[in-house]
């Protein structure tokens, strides 16, 4: 029996549980994303606690140019560092180096590229991030991977499928040998593979035999939320599905609204993660079970209602959007700070509703109900 327990399915929807280095991980999930080891808009890991918050992703490129993954290493790791008690994914690097990187030039060996702090010069390959991420000491190492533009043309798409499997090859013989080391700072790390192929359905399904053939601990679907459709997105889902080992978790990287995600789970996807409840926050933008409300918006100046009445997060239960709103205009660090625990408590609750109901078999009527209601601006 391996780490991932199947326990349920409905339909394509699976209810499921990980179990890491430090702690059972419930599925279908939310993954709250600390980028630089934090919450953007000032969430500490107590208050991650507080709101529902299961698993943290932190970013291996940010953490290895600052403050250096060798210091998180000396000091601990990246739970100590950060004082969080509950499982850490850490993502290759791969997708920030293609999308923040001015300069960049890949060959087979990896990726040389200009830091976005300061300017200097950088490589990374499969060796150098699974190194990164044995130092941070994350329970889930993600593989080195090329995320593509879409739309690429197909034969560049080959050939960088092609390359990111033979990265993969690369990047579990590193995690096996740096896994293993006496000093390793989580023995107990688990390494993800990742699918890619742009929308070409022939090419993710290849590619997703190909991996699943190196029985990694699980599979991420990587590469979409750049550019596509929704259901171009969706379709892509529902092409791969078939060809992940059902015993192993799936993860949808980088996705999304909270209709995209309920549609992920309806599609047999396990784990999630986004930027959007934080970054949404910081603007005002807070989703509710009525839909996105703008708590800028003059409407709101008087309003005595919490953010949202069926919500029992700590925001909900003490302050007004009147407040909030206040707080947004007078332009002080407490708005984003509530607006962004609001919104990651929005998320981890939904999943665990989704649970809920995928635990009593009902989950497509909640399915019906919210997934484009959630997504609606009120």
């Known amino acids: 029996m391996g780490p991932f327990q199947l326990i349920s399915t409905e339909g394509h929807a699976r209810r499921g549980c990980l179990e890491t280095a430090h702690g059972q991980i419930q599925t279908p999930v939310f993954m709250n994303v600390a980028t630089q080891a934090a919450i953007k808009g000032a969430v500490s890991t107590e208050d991650l606690h507080d709101l529902d918050c299961q698993i943290a992703l932190s970013n291996t490129y940010h953490l290895h140019v600052r403050p250096g993954d060798d210091l998180i290493r000396d000091m601990g790791g990246l739970h100590r560092f950060m004082q969080w008690d509950r499982p850490i994914l850490t993502d290759s690097g791969g997708f920030q180096i293609f999308s923040l990187a001015k300069l960049r030039k890949i060959k087979e060996e990896g990726v040389s590229f200009n830091s976005h702090v300061d300017g200097r010069l ?105 550019g596509e459709s929704h259901q171009e997105m969706y379709d892509t889902i529902e092409a791969v599905e078939a060809y992940m080992p059902a015993d192993k978790p799936r993860y949808l990287m980088g996705v999304g609204t909270p209709g995209n995600i309920i549609e992920g789970v309806a599609r047999g996807v396990d784990f999630f993660d986004c930027v959007m409840p ?25 309003d005595e209602l919490p953010i949202d009445p069926e919500c029992s997060c700590p925001v909900c239960r003490r302050y007004s959007r009147a407040y909030v709103r206040h707080l947004f205009k007078a332009q002080e660090m407490l708005a984003m700070r509530l607006a962004v625990s609001h919104n990651l408590f929005f998320y981890n609750h939904m999943m665990r509703e989704i649970r809920d109901h995928l635990d009593r078999g009902d989950f497509e009527v909640y399915r019906q109900k919210n997934a484009k209601l959630f997504d609606t601006r009120i």
């Open 122 to 226: 950088l490589f990374m390959g499969p060796e150098e991030s699974m190194r990164i991420q044995a130092n941070l000491g994350s329970d889930i190492a993600m593989a080195f991977d090329e995320c593509v533009k879409i739309p690429s043309p197909r034969r560049y798409v080959e050939e960088s499928a092609d390359r990111t499997y033979r990265w993969l090859v690369r990047c579990k013989a590193a995690w096996m040998e740096y896994r293993s080391e006496e000093n390793a700072v989580n023995p107990g790390q688990m390494l993800f593979g990742i699918n890619q192929g742009a929308v070409f359905h022939d090419i993710r399904i290849e590619h997703m035999k190909r991996i699943a053939e190196l029985d990694l601990p699980g599979y991420a679907i990587g590469g979409l939320a750049v």
């Open 278 to 302: 934080a970054r949404n926050g910081r603007h005002g933008h807070l989703f509710t079970k009525k839909g996105i409300l703008n708590i800028k918006n003059e409407k709101y100046a008087r």
